[in-house]
């Protein structure tokens, strides 16, 4: 009987753990992977569970008597279908539509499977999102396809220096470099006019978004030390792109 308990135990926490950090390297909130990981652990009758999750890390406990388990969170990127498919799971299991088990085997498929679609497809999405935002800054009608191959080839460029390097600032400061140095060669042999929303437009794929908005939500939820953690790493990311611009600018 108590090596049936510990067992289920164990899967609890290999089950939460894992949904917790999906949601983490997925670029969810961290007050949102707390909340979801407690609802978990409660519809299991675990009503002592705590945990404390940060950007690079999260410790989970079902208890005083319970062992606590750590797990790392290495890799980040943005990938709001997973955190769609682990909330639903996550209210499936409270709910008592499914068992621990299914919860846990449905969450070890969502983490084998690669929900990113095609390079290409994400390719033309980026180069039509930098023609359509250097429009939205008031930009001229011919600087479309030189916007579109900009922004198109900054984002095939950080998609591949990443894979290689692992080094995300790296990555976005090459991409930033190369947008600006298309950016400049096409006005200079007249394939564009106003190199300044050249580069605003297609720049705008690689600004980290998601992340200034996620570590504002985390300060105001008071989660500070994540909050500031991905305040910084946005700062960061801005600064990357911001140098690759210049330094592009600047030959």
Not at 15 to 31: D, K, N, P, V, W
Not at 129 to 135: E, H, K, L, T
Not at 226 to 249: D, N, P, Q, Y
Request: with cysteine; glycine share 6%.
């Amino acid at each position: 009987m108590v090596e049936d308990q510990q067992l289920k135990n164990e899967m609890t926490i290999d089950c939460i753990l894992l949904a917790g950090r999906i949601m983490m390297q997925s670029g969810a909130e961290t007050y949102r992977v707390e909340d979801t990981m407690l609802r978990m652990a409660r519809s299991q009758n675990m009503l002592d569970a705590q945990s404390y999750v940060t950007p690079t890390g999260i410790i989970f406990s079902l208890g005083k008597t319970q062992p606590t388990r750590i797990t790392s969170i290495s890799t980040r990127m943005t990938d709001l279908h997973r955190i769609s498919l682990v909330n639903s799971i996550s209210r499936k299991l409270t709910s008592q539509i499914i068992t621990l088990e299914q919860a846990y085997d449905e969450l070890k498929k969502i983490e084998k499977t690669n929900f990113f679609l095609p390079m290409w497809i994400q390719v033309l999405a980026a180069s039509i999102g930098s023609a359509a935002i250097m429009i939205m800054f008031k930009g001229i009608w011919s600087d479309i396809p030189a916007a579109m191959v900009a922004g198109g080839t900054g984002h095939y460029i950080v998609s591949i220096v990443h894979e290689k390097t692992k080094v995300k600032f790296f990555s976005e400061f090459i991409a930033a470099l190369a947008v600006a140095l298309i950016a400049t060669l096409a006005v200079r042999y007249n394939f564009g006019q106003e190199i300044d929303r050249i580069i605003i437009g297609s720049v705008m794929p690689l600004v980290p978004g998601l992340v200034i908005t996620n570590a504002v939500r985390d300060l105001m939820a008071g989660h500070f030390t994540a909050g500031v953690a991905k305040g910084a790493e946005a700062l960061l990311t801005a600064f990357a792109i911001g140098s690759g611009v210049a330094l592009a600018l600047s030959f």
